[in-house]
């Protein structure tokens, strides 16, 4: 992938992550996203699962914040975005994986909902109800390694956000 075709996927994902579409990342588009998962999967945001989210949300925008917001103005344009946080942990894909696990692991948790572990079709729709088109929520997740009962591990979900967000997947 050349240095364009990188810099407009990432640009991309900018809008997955602006949720709001109000041309920057703030600390409520996180609290916008974690309450749209809540809603998908009907678990309230009371519950130990809801506030795990809220709490991997948080962490999930300050760890963004700690490396792309420049001026400290705790926001993310779309310039700091592309610039700063995705040539950042594109560099440091361990990083990305300690500021991003705790939001997955409680994604993957409020998506289980028969308690037996995260599924293709969960993953899919967490991935439509954040702003991803159909089509590449399905090509994102139809080559996830699976085991026999199609669950997926949050080691392989998290590789795979990596790679969706431009990032490069850190050895699990």
Known sequence: MD???YERKIAAR???FDQDGNGYIDREDFSV????????????????RGQAL????EAFWQGMAGIADVDGDQR???EEFVTGAAKR??????????IARPFLHAVISVADEDGRGATAQGAQRVMRVLGTPEEVAVQVTAGLPADAAGR?????????????CGVQAPDA
């Open 33 to 48: 996203a974690a309450r749209s998962v809540l809603a998908e999967f009907g678990v309230t945001a009371r519950s130990d």
């Open 89 to 98: 942990l594109r560099d440091n894909p361990e990083r990305f994986a300690e």
């Open 152 to 164: 997926i591990s949050e080691d392989v979900i998290l590789a795979a956000f990596a790679g969706y």
């Open 3 to 5: 240095s364009a075709e």
């Open 76 to 78: 993310v344009t779309r």
């Open 14 to 16: 900018f809008a997955t």
């Open 54 to 57: 809220f709490a991997g949300a």
